[in-house]
């Protein structure tokens, strides 16, 4: 089944202690990107990669890095994570970029919810 | 700034009536107009995409509507039933550009 999985889907940290949401998709897209959604803001992009080793900043990348090491993988790293960052998090992967003149469709996964004390 | 402005927030219809959702946008110049659907607790799920010379698409009982000129696209939905209590998101894409505007996503709840 095609599909973009996530892990953990629920994680409860205290401020600082670093983690690491991984997210893995089976389709052989090009394209990976993380998005935050919180309450009355709608999705925001966090970071993306448009292939193995490629990667740049969305919109709100302050506080989060990202590697793209393998093009199935696309792990979202909180260096030193704060309660700001408490939220609601996806991946979501496309053939290509879903953006410009492109029609592709994004595949997202489950989400995370994260929250930091 | 692109944005992206849906309409109303949230909403509560019968089951079996229709209702009516408005995405207006400012993204320029326009590429394309994604309507997603957002069961509580998953990912969103691609429902529709028009380009600009697209006026209307339908998935099911989804009907997507898009006016290029007035910039303003609605998402219709028939004879509802409680699987289409979720929230949905516009999307649009600007021409040359890597970044979609997202907007913040209307609530329908369907009562039975």
């Known amino acids: 089944e095609a599909q973009v999985t996530q892990n953990p889907r629920y994680l409860i940290t205290v401020t600082g202690k670093k983690l690491t949401v991984t997210c893995s998709q089976n389709?052989?897209?090009?394209?990976m990107s993380w998005y935050r959604q919180d309450p009355g803001l709608g999705l925001r992009q966090i970071y993306y990669?448009?292939?193995?080793?490629?990667?740049d900043k969305g919109d709100v990348p302050e506080g989060y890095k990202v590697s793209r090491k393998e093009k199935r993988n696309f792990p979202l790293i909180l260096e030193s994570p704060s309660p700001n960052q408490t939220s609601l998090y996806f991946c979501?992967?496309?053939?290509?970029?879903?953006?410009?003149?492109?029609?592709?469709?994004?595949?997202f996964g489950p989400g995370t919810r994260l929250t930091v004390l | 700034k692109n944005q992206v402005e849906q309409s109303p927030q949230s909403l509560i219809i019968l089951e079996g009536k229709n209702c009516t959702l408005q995405c207006n946008y400012t993204v320029s110049p326009f590429s394309n107009l994604r309507w997603y659907k957002q069961d509580t607790g998953r990912g969103p799920v691609s429902l529709t995409i028009?380009?600009?010379?697209?006026n209307t698409k339908s998935n099911g009982r989804y009907t997507a509507t898009l006016d290029a000129d007035t910039k303003q696209s609605s998402l219709h939905i028939t004879a509802s039933q409680l699987s289409d209590s979720a929230s949905y998101i516009c999307v649009v894409s600007a021409s040359y550009d890597y970044k979609l505007s997202f907007g913040a996503g209307t609530t329908v709840t369907v009562r039975a």
């Open positions: 990669s448009m292939n193995v080793e490629v990667t």
């Open positions: 979501a992967s496309s053939l290509w970029i879903p953006s410009g003149g492109s029609t592709d469709t994004q595949y």
């Open positions: 028009m380009t600009f010379s697209e």
């Open positions: 389709m052989n897209h090009e394209y």
